[in-house]
C-alpha cells in the first residue's frame, strides 16, 4: 500500500549537480520523517540527509554540508535531494525513505536504529572523475 520510488539518478562529472526525487504513495508526506540514505558497493548504508515533520530538526551527513539540500513538496507529495558539487565519494545507490510514526520528534541518520519503516528501491549515481 505504501511505495516510494526514486528517480533522477544517472552519470554525472566530479563537482557536477544532480537533483533525486522520490514520489510517495499511501502516505501523506507531510506527517511521517523523510530521509535519504545511499549505500556504496562494499560500504554500509548510510544516512545523507533527512527532515522532520513540521520541519523540527533537519540534518546532513558531515561530509555533504554545504553540498546537499533536502526538500519537500507538500502539494506532490514529493521531497527531493540537490546535489551540488559531487564527489567520487558520492557515487552509490540512493534511497529515499519515511518512517510510520513521526517519533521521535527529531529525524536521524543512523541507519542502524532503524527509524524508517518505508523505503525506495534505489536510483544509482555515478559520479565520474
Known amino acids: 500500500q505504501v511505495k516510494l520510488v526514486e528517480s533522477g539518478g544517472g552519470l554525472v562529472q566530479s563537482g557536477g549537480s544532480l537533483t533525486l526525487s522520490c514520489s510517495v504513495y499511501?502516505?501523506?508526506?507531510?506527517?511521517?520523517?523523510i530521509a535519504w540514505f545511499r549505500q556504496a558497493p562494499g560500504k554500509e548504508r548510510e544516512g545523507v540527509s533527512c527532515?522532520?515533520?513540521?520541519?523540527?530538526?533537519?540534518n546532513y551527513l558531515d561530509s555533504v554540508k554545504g553540498r546537499f539540500t533536502i526538500s519537500r513538496d507538500s502539494a506532490k507529495n514529493m521531497f527531493y535531494l540537490q546535489m551540488t558539487n559531487l564527489k567520487s565519494e558520492d557515487a552509490a545507490v540512493y534511497y529515499c525513505?519515511?518512517?510510520?510514526?513521526?517519533?521521535?520528534?527529531?529525524?536521524?541518520?543512523?541507519?542502524?536504529?532503524?527509524?524508517?519503516?518505508?523505503w525506495g528501491r534505489g536510483t544509482q549515481v555515478t559520479v565520474s572523475s
Open positions: 525513505a519515511a518512517d510510520r510514526e513521526a517519533h521521535p520528534p527529531t529525524c536521524g541518520l543512523i541507519y542502524e536504529k532503524g527509524q524508517y519503516d518505508y
Open positions: 499511501g502516505i501523506v508526506l507531510d506527517y511521517h520523517h
Open positions: 527532515i522532520s515533520t513540521y520541519g523540527i530538526s533537519v
